[in-house]
Structures are given as C-alpha cells and as structure tokens.
C-alpha cells in the first residue's frame, strides 16, 4: 500500500485529486527560486530554501489540519497559531549545515511571518529552533538529503577581512529570502489563481534593444536645438552615451535642473545594458518627497508603441504597497515583484524595502541584482541613515552586480572624502567638466526676503501673472492656497491629492503657462524634482540648499526669459510645524550667511560640509549597522541579525503611513467598487492601478478617522466615503480638525 499523498495547498469544496502535491510544490519553489538567486550566484542555496521551506507540511498534524479546512490560506492559519510548517524546515537547515545553516534558517522560519529576530521576548529565530514540532515521517529521504552547498561568496569576503564584518552577510539572507519568497507567492498563485498566474507579463528577449530605439526616435521628435540649453542637454545626452561603454559599477550625473538629467540617465541606463547583456532592467528611483507619476507618465509615452505592438506595459510605476498591515494569501499574491523592464519608485520604497523583514516588502529584492539603478537626487537622504543607505548602495554593486547611478542637480554629496568615510568610493562622473554645465546653464538669481508672513506672502504671489510659491507642509500649502482663493487661475498640489488628481491638475497648469494666462500655484515640495514645469517667479520657503536649487530648477528651466528669472527664499510664519526640516533649514542659513548666491558650487560644498560630512554622530543615529552581530560564543546562533528590529528602525519618514483610496472621478469610482467584488484583492493589475487613487497619511489619522472618513474593504483596504467635504478639486484629502498636520509632501 502506498503512502498516502502529502499536500501543500487544498481547493475547497474540490477532491483531493485537484489538491496541490506537496513534493511538486516544493520542486517547483526550488526551482523558481534557484533561478532567482542566479544573478548573484548562490542558486544551489536558494534551491535548498525552496525544498525545505515547507517541510512542516509532511506532519500529520498539518495534513490533518488542511483536510479539516480545505482552505487555501494555510500561511494566515499558522501566525494565529493553529499550525506550524516552517519552523521544521528551519530546524532541519540549522541541523543539517553547519553554522551556515542557521542563515537558511532565518530565511525559512520567516518565508510568510517574515524574517525574525535573532533572540528577543517574543518570536525570533532562537525560540524557532528550539521549539519543539511534530515529526515529518513523510518527508521523502531525497528532499531531506539534498546536496549541500558551497560557502556563499558574502560569507566568505566578509569574514576573510580583520573586521569580519556581519553586514553582507545579513544583506545575502535578506536577498535569499526575497528569492524564497517570490518563488512561493509565484508557485501558489498558478495553483490558486491560474488564470491570473497567466497574466503576468512576458517581454522579448530584445525589450531593452527595442525600448533604446523608441527613447531615440522620442528624442529627435523633439528637432534641432532651438536654445542654448537644448544644445547642452544634447551634449549631456553624448556623454551618456560614451559613459555607457565603461565597466558597470557607481557613475555620477552631475547636471543642474533643467539639463535633461531624467531622459539621458534613461539615455545611459538603456546602452550600458545593451553593452553589458547581463545586466537585466532599470530602475528609476525618484525622491521620496517628489511626484513620480511624472516621470512615468513621460517614460510611458516613450515606450507607448510597444504596447500597440501587442506587447505588455514595459514601465510599472510602484509609489506604496497598498497593504494596511496584515497579510493574507490574497495580498501576498499581489504585492509588486518588479517584474519589468523598467520600475519607477520612490526613495521610501527602494531603501526600506532593502531594510525590510515582511514578506511582501522584500519580495522584489532579488530583482535589485544586475539592474541598473538610477538615484535622482541621491543627496536628499536623511542625514541619520546616511551609513545604512550607503552600504546597502556598495552591497548592491560589489556583490550583486548592480551599476548605480547618482543624479544630482547640486554637486556629488555622497562621495567618499577624508571628512566622509563612510561615502561612495570609485565614482565615474558622466559629464566631463559639470563647472562649466553650471556656468552655461546659469538662468536664476536668488534673493532672501526673511520672514515673511502668510498674508504678505498671498499679496506677493497675487502680484504675479505666473508664479509657483513651494512651502514645506501640507498644512501650510492648503491654508496658503486658501487665502488664494479657488479660481480658474489658481492652483494647489500636494500629496493630499491622489496622484491621478495631481496628473490632470499639472495637465492645465502646463496649458496655461503655454497659453501665457495667469496661473499661480502654491505646492509642497514634491515639484522639485522631475516635474517639468517653467515658471517666471518662484517663491520658496526655506529649506536645505539641495531642495532651494531643486526649487530653482522651475524657474525660467527652458531659459526663454530675456533675463534672469526671479527666485525668492522667505522664512515661514510656521516654524514650529516645520521643525522636521530644522537640520537642513540651519544649515541652508548658515551658508547663505557666507555665500550669498545658495547656487554657487562652493556654497553648495559648505552646505553638503555642514548637514553631511561633519555629522558623523548621527551617520547612524538609529543604531542599525548594530543590529547585524557574529556571535563567536554559540555556533547553535552564530549569526545575531535582528531583521525584524532593523525594518522597524528604518523608517525615511518616521510616523508610518497608511493609504486611503480615494473613489475621484469616475474612473477612481469604478475602480474603487471592482475592488469590492469577491476575491479582487488578490487581483495585481486592479491594485496596480488603485496606487493612482491612494492618499498616504499618518498612521495616528488614519486610526483616528476609520469607520467616519472611510470604509474598509475585504479587511484591507481603506477606501474614503464619496463626500465632497473629504475631499476638495482644489485642496485633495480633508480630513478636518489638523489633517493638514505637519507632514511633508
């Protein structure tokens, strides 16, 4: 008599005939996972993860468990404690391979709970191991022997130094677990949901070659340089070109704004893959106080023809997960895996996802390796996460086969230097000689006007045909644009609007400029980066030099004035809500008090020597480095990683944030009640597209204002009531009392 079959995923109300086969899941996990682990050369490792990951589920307790359920969520049952199957695959990694095995034990210990940290009071990986579990008796002898593998080459370069440094050995696991855990959510989702599995997108082979023509035919669209600006921004497109045929690894493209630096970093990015064949996608990193459905939406309209093609949208636009903090299988299945040519996300997205321990935060890492990555404005990091920041970057080149390139508007801030030890080393500037870039592309002046109060600051704006005035809240960006009043010339943008409501607010902004009607716009600063907008007079609340010449940047950006166009600094009347920008705003002071012009390239280095290089306290104020230990004393535990702490730290903005889906329009409306039918949580192209109806807020709001601004759909999703007094044409998101409160963006 054979012995009965083992399974891995149940279908209810369907035979067991129809039920998932434990052994092939495992195989096919194994495989998808090995596969992804490729790039970065460990995928006998990954293929390991994949084969044991499970191997709870061979327990009579568990089979027992899903004949009793016949539910498909098994992963949800196991963190509310009903069962148990990943605790026995850790055990037996940690039993079966020395000392390394406990890596594979953090990665599979926490394949859905998410990696854990080493000891603490409540879950983390000592307790795992040793817990006790029930017997795996079933569990085919093949699986449970297969060959080990060789020592990874992070483990070995990191303890070969003197320091032995822990931290790529924590940066591998958390990479072999977005490998195990891709594979999974991949393999279950083509059991579970086939139908959806068949629609993920498939490209040629020569997507890159194909997307390089289209993005040259977009650029001679534009004809003969017309302006001195357009022949330098030709010329910067050159040296792209000519960089691209260098060995992959760190560059710099050091332009100001308005020099084109978005289209020629696509420009390299695309003919350095094409040069270097292993390397496999671009991704676009944007600030994380920017708007980057512009940037999308302009990469989208490049690589439109392929589409009509009949080939699948090559850019996926990733702004925030929409998940609100607890997962199921549904929303596993469809969190983003960046499975494209090319990904355009924010700074919050791609640095604390390199920090993450949840599942569907670390899913995509594996897709990091061999791309190339574009930092624009990498100099707007937090000054207290500078050290974490930067050895992720130097991880990610020298170990993942990465090429990272850093834009910057102002000069390059993160470069190593006898004051800055911890900053990037080997840096190749694209542009030959970005002083006289500078000079040539010269087209502002600057004046400090003080303290300015809100009305006087209304009148000022008023008394100009055309003018942006940029402030550093939400709050103070509504109450400003209210003394404005609504008209047809006025406009407000913040990310208190859903990026779809931002995209057709900046849509008639662009028409009125180029119809040369009268259009004031008061925003925060997610103009300054990527937008292309060009205005006479630009007001802007002080901040740092780096967001002053980002603020600059749309001021006469196409140079089409007959002079200089006009940039004004004011102090706020708002202190006390802008403390957050305290650092930056003192140090912007204090250079201006020495150099006048905040433009000039040796204030610029007086300001980067202030906020950057001579904080060294604070390089890591948040104590993550720390968090990645060697244990010499207990080889059970060699490895004291506290990736659950370290996510929790992480955080470029401190008060998390929660999204809320806002039904705007009809298009929002339609999209917002498919989200309500049965089982579309699970749907990925849905959920692709609410991102441009979400509004993130703090989480304290968003707990304040649950079950009276909005309703909760399928448990997961906050979707805000349609009530004109929640949400304004004008103003976006108004959740009354404070919800302006202090936040940026």
Not at 738 to 745: A, Y
């Amino acid at each position: 008599m054979g012995r009965m079959t083992s399974f891995a995923h149940s279908l209810p109300g369907r035979p067991e005939v129809e039920w998932e086969p434990l052994e092939r899941h495992l195989e096919e996990v194994a495989a998808l996972a090995s596969a992804f682990a490729e790039p970065f050369g460990v995928s006998d490792w990954a293929r390991l993860a994949g084969l044991w990951h499970d191997l709870g589920k061979y327990s009579t307790a568990f089979q027992n468990y899903l004949r009793g359920s016949a539910g498909p969520d098994v992963h949800l049952a196991e963190r509310t404690g009903k069962t148990d199957h990943s605790t026995a695959g850790a055990q037996h990694a940690a039993q079966r391979i020395e000392i390394l095995g406990s890596l594979l034990a953090y990665v599979i210990a926490g394949h859905h709970s998410g990696l854990l940290d080493a000891v603490a009071e409540g879950a983390c990986l000592d307790s795992r191991l040793k817990k006790p579990i029930d017997p795996i008796p079933a569990a085919p002898r093949e699986i449970l022997d297969a060959p080990l593998p060789g020592v990874p080459r992070a483990v070995t370069e990191a303890l070969s130094t003197k320091e032995r440094d822990p931290f790529p050995i924590a940066f591998f696991t958390r990479f072999l677990f977005s490998c195990l855990v891709d594979a999974d959510f991949l393999a279950t989702e083509r059991f579970l949901a086939p139908a959806r599995a068949r629609e993920r997108p498939v490209w040629p082979d020569d997507v890159i070659g194909r997307m390089e023509l289209l993005l040259q035919a977009f650029l001679d669209g534009f004809g003969p340089a017309q302006t001195d600006i357009d022949l330098e921004r030709a010329r910067v497109q050159e040296a792209c070109l000519a960089a691209a045929q260098s060995a992959p690894g760190f560059f710099s493209l050091t332009v100001p704004t308005g020099g084109g630096k978005t289209l020629s970093s696509l420009v390299f990015a695309l003919r350095h893959i094409l040069l270097h064949p292993y390397l496999r996608r671009v991704i676009y990193v944007a600030p994380f106080t920017t708007i980057i459905e512009q940037n999308a939406e302009v990469f989208r309209q490049v690589f439109e023809p392929l589409i009509r093609a009949g080939f699948p949208e090559a850019v996926l636009e990733h702004h925030s997960n929409l998940d609100a903090g607890r997962e199921t299988v549904h929303s596993r299945l469809s969190t983003e895996n960046w499975d494209a040519p090319l990904v355009v996300t924010t700074a919050v997205q791609f640095y604390e996802s390199l920090f993450a321990n949840r599942t569907s935060r670390c899913r995509k890492l594996h897709r990091i390796a061999r791309s190339v990555v574009i930092l624009d404005e990498a100099q707007s990091l937090p000054v207290d996460m500078l050290a974490p920041c930067l050895r992720a970057l130097r991880e990610l080149v020298e170990r993942y086969g990465a090429t990272v390139v850093l834009c910057t508007a102002t000069q390059p801030a993160i470069h190593r230097r006898s004051e800055f030890p911890i900053g990037i080393e080997g840096t190749r500037e694209i542009v030959p000689d970005p002083k006289a870039l500078y000079a040539s592309l010269r087209r502002v002046e600057v004046e400090n006007l003080g303290p300015l109060a809100d009305g006087t600051l209304a009148e000022r704006l008023l008394g100009e045909r055309q003018v942006l005035c940029i402030v550093n809240t939400r709050a103070h960006a509504a109450a400003l644009a209210g003394l404005l009043a609504e008209s047809e010339g006025h406009f407000h943008l913040s990310a208190l609007m859903c990026p779809a409501h931002r995209s057709v607010v900046l849509a008639r902004i662009r028409e009125r400029l180029a119809a040369g009607a009268s259009c004031r716009v008061v925003s925060t600063q997610l103009v300054e980066a990527g937008v292309d907008i060009d205005f006479p007079v630009v007001f802007r609340a002080m901040a740092g030099i780096d967001s002053v010449a980002q603020a600059a940047g749309r001021c006469n950006r196409n140079g089409r004035l007959a002079g200089l166009g006009r940039t004004y600094l004011f102090e706020s009347e708002h202190p006390g809500a802008e403390r957050f920008l305290a650092d930056t705003a003192e140090c912007a002071r204090q250079t201006l008090a020495s150099h006048p012009d905040p433009l000039a390239l040796d204030a610029v280095e007086q300001y980067f020597r202030l906020y950057y290089w001579s904080q060294r306290p604070r390089w890591d104020d948040k104590g993550i480095l720390g968090l990645f230990r060697l244990n010499r004393q207990d080889p059970r535990l060699p490895f004291l990683f506290d990736f659950e702490s370290a996510a929790k730290r992480f955080r470029l903005i401190e008060d998390g944030q929660r999204p809320i889906l806002i039904p705007w329009e009809v298009r929002g409306q339609r999209l917002c009640e498919r989200l309500a039918e049965p089982g579309s949580e699970a749907n990925w192209r849905l959920l692709r597209e609410l991102q441009r109806y979400a509004v993130q807020v703090p989480g304290r709001l968003w707990a304040e204002h649950r079950d009276r601004a909005f309703t909760m759909v399928h448990d997961r999703f906050a979707v805000l009531v349609r009530d004109p007094a929640l949400y304004s044409d004008y103003l976006g998101l108004r959740l009354g009392g404070d919800s302006g409160g202090v936040w940026i963006c």
